[in-house]
């Protein structure tokens, strides 16, 4: 690298999506990082869209937005072309190939929701959720051939707490990402970024979650289910059972109880005058609070199987 190299200097290329890839597409035109062009995705119509857009806010400073479906070599080519020295994936869905991330002269690097070496691989958040894990983190990292494996710059954590989604933990973990971007990309243009290498038999891989996931099994302890339920609520698939046959989905819920059992996995125990019941789980009890036939509306619980209570006891399966 040349010794006198500033930030204007240092042509990057941003692969970004999301809230994160926003936040942090922002964090590079605040330090002045001459962007050649943004690679995103187009918002899929069937996806409840949230979050801000990258390709808007490269637009509105005069960068080149692409779509590529894949990064065939018709556009390594094309990347080649741009001079990248540095390269960035922000929330961006597709792996990168090797021969791309060889373009970029002062390293490639990707952004990842997770503290790594844990929770390598798709749906951190929502997995970390699952999992009832205490802690969450983001990591800015040198992107290699595998994933979320490559060398950390650094990291940065945030507590779970117990009222925590999904969504609200993604919102914390999006400022920390930020400030990765903004500590660390002047340390990287000048080459005193750290560089330590992942321990990846210390951490954990998790794949892609389905909406089949999210079936709920009061068998389970309550925790479990409440973990679950946090974790897959709105905007994602939400968790699920059956009531009479009918798919049923809780959006909202609480633990009850933690402790013993008052009633059979998946019966209602108790209402109280807010429109929530309790449910019986394996061990504890959850008290739900929104809930959704499939196909109808979202309300207060009670309101939703309002019916099915006038038959008296009912389970969840």
């Given amino acids: 690298m040349s010794a006198g190299l500033a930030i204007k200097d240092a042509v990057c290329v941003v692969f970004a999506y999301h809230e994160m890839g926003h936040a942090c597409l922002g964090e590079l035109l605040k330090l002045g990082a001459p962007i050649a062009a943004l690679l995103s995705h187009r918002d899929d119509p069937h996806e409840e869209i949230w979050w801000n857009s990258c390709a808007e806010l490269a637009a509105r400073n005069k960068i080149a937005v692409h779509y590529p479906e894949r ?19 922000f929330s961006y869905r597709n792996l990168l190939p090797e021969e791309v991330l060889r373009l970029a002269s002062m390293g490639a690097y990707n952004l990842h929701p997770s503290a790594l070496p844990r929770y390598r691989g798709r749906a951190p958040v929502n997995w970390m959720l699952v999992n009832g894990e205490r802690e969450a983190g983001v990591t800015l990292h040198h992107m290699v051939a595998r994933a979320d494996a490559g060398d950390i ?31 660390n990309h002047p340390r990287i243009v000048a080459g005193t970024a750290p560089r330590i290498a992942q321990d990846l038999a210390a ?28 974790a897959v609520t709105h905007p994602y698939p939400g968790a699920f059972c059956y009531l009479g046959g009918r798919k049923l989905f809780i959006w909202a819920a609480r633990i009850a109880s933690e402790d013993g059992s008052r ?13 929530a019941f309790e449910v019986a789980a394996g061990a504890g009890s959850m008290l739900v609070i929104r809930a959704q036939f499939e196909g109808g509306a979202e309300g207060a619980a009670r309101n939703v199987i309002a019916a099915r209570l006038l038959e008296g006891s009912i389970v969840f399966s």
């Fill in 71 to 89: 990064i065939d070599s018709g556009w390594t080519a094309k990347i080649a072309a741009l001079g990248p020295a540095i390269i960035y994936s």
């Fill in 263 to 275: 009633g059979a996995p998946g019966e209602i125990i108790s209402e109280d005058a807010g429109g």
């Fill in 153 to 183: 710059v650094a990291q940065k954590t945030v507590a779970i707490d117990d009222d925590d989604t999904a969504l609200t933990l993604y919102r914390k973990l999006v400022p920390a990402g930020a400030a990765l971007v903004r500590e």
């Fill in 203 to 230: 951490g954990s891989y998790f794949g892609r979650r389905r909406p089949a996931d999210g079936k709920i099994d009061w068998r389970w302890p309550a925790r479990r289910i409440f973990n679950l339920i946090r």
